[in-house]
Nanobody, 126 residues
Framework: QVQLVESGGGLVQAGGSLRLSCAASGRTFSNNAMAWFRQAPGKEREFVAVLSWNGRDTYYADSAKGRFTISRDNAKNTVYLQMNSLNPEDTAVYYC???????????????????WGQGTQVTVSS
């Protein structure tokens, strides 16, 4: 059974930082593009960041550029999202996703991703 499990969410004040983790089990995703998306109440799920299987190529939403960093540790089958300078507009449920097959290039479209985690809540207070 394939599982992606996010952790690291929580309540933080504006200007603070959080580091999200996404641990995969059931199969390895070391050869797959991995991404983070988020969904705020009443809004559609939106792209945050993605990186290629080897971590060499990264892409960010404009809202994340300069503040968020996506990374991966393939030995641990884990993807991270370091979020700095958080503001209330970053409040959302954050989801990690894995693209299949392994040859697929990084994408910012949610429909391109096969595996999803259950999400972790990030709340930023003003």
């Amino acid at each position: 059974q394939v599982q992606l499990v996010e952790s690291g969410g929580g309540l933080v004040q504006a200007g603070g930082s959080l580091r999200l983790s996404c641990a995969a089990s059931g199969r390895t995703f070391s050869n797959n593009a991995m991404a983070w998306f988020r969904q705020a109440p009443g809004k559609e799920r939106e792209f945050v960041a993605v990186l290629s299987w080897n971590g060499r190529d990264t892409y960010y939403a404009d809202s994340a550029k300069g503040r968020f960093t996506i990374s991966r540790d393939n030995a641990k089958n884990t993807v991270y999202l370091q979020m700095n300078s958080l503001n209330p507009e970053d409040t959302a449920v954050y989801y990690c996703a894995a693209r299949y097959p392994s040859s697929a290039v990084p994408s910012n479209r949610a429909t391109d991703y096969t595996y999803w985690g259950q999400g972790t809540q990030v709340t930023v207070s003003s």
